[in-house]
């Protein structure tokens, strides 16, 4: 089974935000949000040979994903080949696995009211086709493929040239974005991005926002119900006693 992962790397990028634009068009994102962000991370470099550096965000894929844990419903689970996917029919909203991520990669659609995030393109990966974000990068500088496959060019990224996961001594959750920067670049994006702590739902938010909207919704059907089977008897027995 191929175990997917992503490189992007920093000395190519020139932050144009080719990426974006072709993701937010693929996935008709509303304006405002982003399932892939470039981030200005530099200058790097030392005067005056300094440079601009940009950081790629997007969901990392990780291989203990907390938002899954975050997400009372099932809606976000992981598939055999660890992509981290979002059920949009099991979504109920509620948004608990927003602050859950710590690479802020999740948003709350404001028009589906379902939480949308990078899925890798998933759709595109059954017609054998790589990404929007890859394919459309003018400077050649994002790259996808199998990390089980030897011969795959996110193999050799990763494992001959050091690509590098964003990553800290708090949060170590196994993302599956790489980055490369050989020249600071990466080291950077840790300084300035670093990811956050999880931050999971106790039991009394869950009830509080999801729970307890749930119980008064059903007790309001069932209170309907027994309304209805009511007026339904009472009609029956006018109608007996007017024969």
């Not at 840790?190 to 739902?201: A, C, L, Q, V």
């Amino acid at each position: 089974m191929a175990r997917y992962a992503m490189v992007a790397d920093l000395m190519r990028c020139v932050g144009c935000e080719a990426c974006t634009a072709a993701c937010s068009a693929e996935w008709d994102v509303p304006p405002g949000h982003a399932r892939t962000r470039v981030l200005p991370s530099g200058p790097v470099g030392e005067f005056p040979k300094l440079r601009a550096a940009f950081y790629v965000a997007q969901c990392n894929h990780c291989d203990r994903p907390p938002c899954v844990e975050a997400c009372p419903s099932g809606a976000t689970f992981q598939g055999p080949d660890g992509i981290v996917k979002i059920d949009p029919n099991l979504c109920i909203g509620c948004g608990y696995c927003v602050p859950a991520c710590p690479y802020e990669a999740r948003y709350l659609n404001p028009v589906t009211q379902k939480v949308d995030k990078c899925d890798f393109c998933a759709p595109r990966l059954e017609r054998w086709q790589a990404p929007a974000c890859v394919t459309t990068c003018p400077a050649h500088a994002k790259f996808f493929g199998d990390l089980e496959d030897p011969n795959s060019e996110v193999y050799r990224l990763v494992y001959a040239r050091g690509a590098q996961r964003v990553e800290t001594d708090q949060v170590k959750i196994g993302p599956n974005v790489y980055y490369l920067g050989a020249r600071g670049e990466a080291d950077l994006v840790r300084e300035k991005f670093p990811p956050h702590p999880p931050r999971i739902p106790s039991a009394g938010q869950w009830w509080e926002r999801v729970f307890k909207p749930m119980a008064f919704l059903m007790a309001g059907a069932t209170f309907l119900g027994q309304a209805i089977a009511f007026f339904t008897q009472l009609s029956k027995g006018e109608s007996q006693f007017d024969e």
